[in-house]
């Protein structure tokens, strides 16, 4: 591809901007994800929203994919109607033009939305590149109802943990050892995983692998990447031992109020 066929974010941006902008129905257009943490890397993809009137969905999604497409012909679609946030429909496009990283994810939000992602705690500085509503702007995240949902998921993990986290041992001693290791990562090492979150950066207690890098301590990382990468059964027998201990240990210890201190002090 010659280098001036390249599509750049600014491209993506300015386009959608002239596109979004004149429609009275919709009322704001920002960017979130690695630009909201200051992380942005030529690796990056871009995170995108729109609220827009309820029954207007479908129609600026055609405005979106069309304003694309006067850049580039679109390689791959992912639509996806429904999040798990109520009223939010999102997309994935994939330009032919771009680099194969340069993904835009972008996410509808209803007017109506109860929750329109904008608590900065949680999703980082936005950038907003229009807002015709005084209505929407970034918020502070209501702590108490976090805290109180918090401590709810809490005491979940742990009667979730003591039912379940013997299946891993289970399937060890029943020879499957796929089974087992499929049981590790997703059910043991998640568990370690939102625990640990909690402790050092509850904002994101929800977030699974996603910033880990960045806010949980180095060391801690390290000791997840060794928990995480399994050689064979015995090491995995080993690492199961281990990481159990270490969420016990971790759910066992966690203090409320140490948190409670976390969610008035952000990064």
Do not use: C
């Not at 386009?15 to 994800?33: D, M, Q, S, T």
């Not at 999040?83 to 994939?94: A, E, H, N, V």
């Amino acid at each position: 591809m010659k280098k001036e066929e390249i599509v750049t974010r600014n491209d993506i941006i300015e386009v959608l901007i002239k596109a979004l902008k004149p429609l009275n129905y919709v009322h704001a257009f920002w960017e979130g994800g690695a630009i909201a943490f200051n992380r942005l890397d030529e690796w990056s993809d871009i995170d995108l929203y729109a609220v827009v009137d309820d029954d207007k969905v479908e129609e600026t999604f055609n405005v979106i994919e069309n304003a694309l497409k006067t850049l580039s012909p679109i390689k791959q679609k992912l639509y996806i109607p429904q999040l798990p946030w109520p009223g939010i429909s999102q997309t994935f496009y994939k330009l032919e033009k771009t680099s194969e990283f340069l993904i835009v994810d972008f996410a509808v939000i209803k007017l109506s939305a109860p929750d329109k992602l904008l608590e900065t705690e949680i999703h980082g500085n936005l950038v907003f590149y229009f807002n015709k509503s005084k209505k929407l702007k970034p918020s502070r995240l209501d702590r108490n109802s976090f805290l109180e949902k918090l401590q709810a998921r809490i005491e979940m993990l742990k009667v979730r943990f003591d039912l379940f986290n013997n299946l891993v041992e289970k399937e060890i001693n029943r020879g499957n050892i796929l089974e087992a290791l499929e049981w590790y990562r997703a059910f043991t090492l998640s568990s370690l995983i939102e625990v640990l979150r909690m402790k050092y950066y509850p904002f994101h207690y929800n977030f699974r692998m996603r910033y880990i890098h960045y806010e949980l301590p180095h060391e801690i990382v390290r000791e997840l990447e060794n928990l995480y990468f399994v050689k064979n059964e015995e090491d995995l027998k080993e690492k199961y031992v281990k990481a159990t201990e270490w969420f016990i240990k971790e759910i066992s210890g966690i203090d409320l109020k140490e948190i409670e201190k976390k969610l008035l002090k952000p990064k």
